[in-house]
Nanobody
Framework: VQLVESGGGLVQAGGSLRLSCAAS????????IGWFRQAPGKEREGVSS????????YYADSVKGRFTISSDNTKNVVYLQMNNLKPEDTAVYYC????????????????????WGQGTLVTVSS
């Protein structure tokens, strides 16, 4: 399984970015994608997840109402639209995949995901 994130960059507070997670090399039909982030000096935290088979989603309170996760199953790409970005959103963002679609209904936990991308850096300036 290969996951490739893209879309990170530098943005001013209040701005928007859309991250993409392109998945390839997998054979399972149902899976969950989780988005995680890790700020300098902090632990990695799960911010959003989606179940591919029913498209149910989860958002952490810190991003609810500002971030939207979606999927394009024809392209095997999951997006994280991030609006009204804040300096505290600055982090390396990772996507992860697990062959358990039910995980997409809950807060993504690092230990539950086996496949990871390399990360993309998001920097929000004040």
């Amino acid at each position: 399984v290969q996951l490739v994130e893209s879309g990170g960059g530098l943005v001013q507070a209040g701005g928007s970015l859309r991250l993409s997670c392109a998945a390839s090399g997998f054979t399972f039909a149902d899976y969950a994608i989780g988005w995680f982030r890790q700020a300098p000096g902090k632990e990695r935290e799960g911010v959003s997840s989606i179940s591919i088979n029913d498209e149910l989603t989860y958002y952490a309170d810190s991003v609810k109402g500002r971030f939207t996760i979606s999927s394009d199953n024809t392209k095997n790409v999951v997006y994280l639209q991030m609006n009204n970005l804040k300096p505290e959103d600055t982090a390396v963002y990772y996507c992860a995949m697990e062959a358990d679609a039910g995980l997409g209904h809950f807060q993504p936990l690092e230990r539950e995901y086996d496949f990871w991308g390399q990360g993309t850096l998001v920097t929000v300036s004040s």
